[in-house]
């Protein structure tokens, strides 16, 4: 997918998302083995809170991508549950934007 694609993607989640203020988003990429999987995500050191969100395939052009999207989030830090110590499992959540974390094949 093209630069151009993704943030027109990009653009679309953001332009349905109800964002601003202090409340932002965030959208997980991940390989296609996480397809209908639940990932929960948790503000950091407030696990009692927990959301989740399945990773769906989408669509962008030709592309296909899988994402999840976490919309409404309280501005903060949070932690991404998994077992693997490879993938990114923090993210700062940022009032009136859209964060962006990628799991997709680990590039070492």
Known sequence: MS????????????????????????????????????????????????VHTAIHERRVGEQVLFAGVYPELPAGMYRIWTDDPLLQDRVRIVGGEVAEVDWRTVRG
């Open 3 to 50: 630069e151009h694609e993704h943030q027109d993607w990009l653009a679309g989640v953001g332009s349905v998302l109800d964002i601003g203020g202090d409340v932002g988003a965030l959208v997980l990429y991940t390989d296609e083995r996480y397809l209908d999987r639940e990932v929960e995500i948790s503000p950091l050191g407030d696990e009692s809170r927990p």
